[in-house]
């Protein structure tokens, strides 16, 4: 999809940002940039010594760090985050000083890189009529990303989708491994939109290919109960229902009713251009009506 780009991914070493650069190493350059030195070591362990991969240590709050860190590169991706729906719940703070300013930050050492062409901002479905910390959190980054596409001299888009079965803390990874633990659901009704994180890379890059300034690309996805998903796993058709979790939603939105009239179809995804109206705009797209995985679909996804 890119070749000889010079591609920086702040949070390069999660479980996003890791299959990016999988997808990206053969034929560009890269720049992971993230804080933990044992997770970026045993990432370059995995990999191999590959002379067009920089492992950069440095917080995205770090502006002088990042802008030097993006020095000559041309696309820049910034999917470092706080994104445990009960961490984040229980350290606003925190999840504000990582998720906003590390995004202020981001946007600022992006603006004084010219080199670089095009940035883009990883979102969530929980960003769509937020209910959550995180949430919030991630439904202002977007319109952080809106408002500096006024200002910049490089394309700002952000992408949004939903759960990446297969990431890094997914409960359902946890699940799959020790089915006969006793397993708790907090409502019946709960569903969620999945794909994989092989998906979830894909859809970025996708993204950053075709956005325009200041668009906001949602991807497509199905949904499924996590019922159905927990009565794959286990064999087991009974679960002790504890309540939902604060912040947690029965049901999930990728676009939301105030969104849709900004909303454009196109292929795979919904398009939000803040300052283009659809006069024959799509409903709003929630777990409630998106379409469901089959049996099959499901078990193949649980696969992983
Ligand atoms: N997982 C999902 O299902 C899902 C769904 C929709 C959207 N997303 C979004 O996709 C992005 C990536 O998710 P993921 O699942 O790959 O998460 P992850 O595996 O937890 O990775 C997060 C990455 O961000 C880095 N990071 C966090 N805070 C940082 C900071 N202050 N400065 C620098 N690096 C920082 C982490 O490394 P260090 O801790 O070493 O710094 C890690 O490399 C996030 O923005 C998330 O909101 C995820």
């Keep these: 999809m890119f070749a000889n780009e010079r591609v920086l991914i702040t949070g390069g070493s999660g479980s996003l940002g890791r299959q990016i650069v999988d997808i990206l190493k053969n034929s560009n350059e890269i720049v992971v940039y993230s804080r933990n ?46 994104k445990d729906l009960i961490f984040c719940e229980n350290q606003p703070v925190q999840t504000y000083l990582n998720n906003l300013i590390g995004t202020q930050s981001f946007l ?27 949430g919030c959190t991630k439904y202002i980054m977007e319109q952080m990303f809106r408002e500096s596409a006024r200002y910049a001299d490089c394309i700002m888009s952000t992408v949004r989708f939903g ?26 009704d709960v569903a969620r939109f999945f794909f994989t994180v092989k ?8 993204a950053i290919n075709s956005a325009k300034n200041g668009e906001l690309y949602i991807r497509k996805m199905k949904q499924a109960r996590i019922y159905d998903i927990l009565k794959l ?44 109206i659809n006069k024959s705009p799509p409903q709003m797209y929630s777990t409630q009506n998106a379409p469901a995985f ?4 499901l078990v193949t996804l649980l696969d992983f």
Excluded at 249 to 254: P, R
Excluded at 294 to 297: D, R
């Design 199 to 206: 998906d979830g890379a894909t859809t970025v890059l996708e």
């Design 294 to 297: 089959s049996l099959n679909e």
């Design 108 to 134: 600022q050492a992006v603006k004084k890189n010219p080199s670089v062409k095009k940035a883009c901002g990883v979102s969530t479905d929980k960003a769509a009529s937020p209910s959550s910390v995180y």
């Design 233 to 276: 796993i286990t064999g087991r058709d009974s679960f002790p229902i504890i309540g939902l979790f604060p912040g947690e939603k029965i049901h999930e939105e990728l676009v939301s009713q105030n969104e849709a009239p900004y909303c454009h179809e196109l292929g795979n995804y919904y398009v939000v251009k803040p300052e283009c």
């Design 37 to 82: 030195e044992e997770r970026q070591h045993e990432m370059q362990k995995s990999l191999g010594r590959l002379s067009n991969l920089t492992f950069i240590i440095g917080d995205v709050r770090d502006e002088l760090t990042l802008t030097d860190a993006l020095r000559g590169c041309t696309i820049a991706i910034h999917a470092a985050a706080m």
């Design 163 to 188: 759960n990446m079965i297969n990431s890094r803390g997914s409960l359902i990874g946890e699940w799959k491994s020790n089915p006969n633990k006793e397993i708790c659901l907090t409502h019946p």
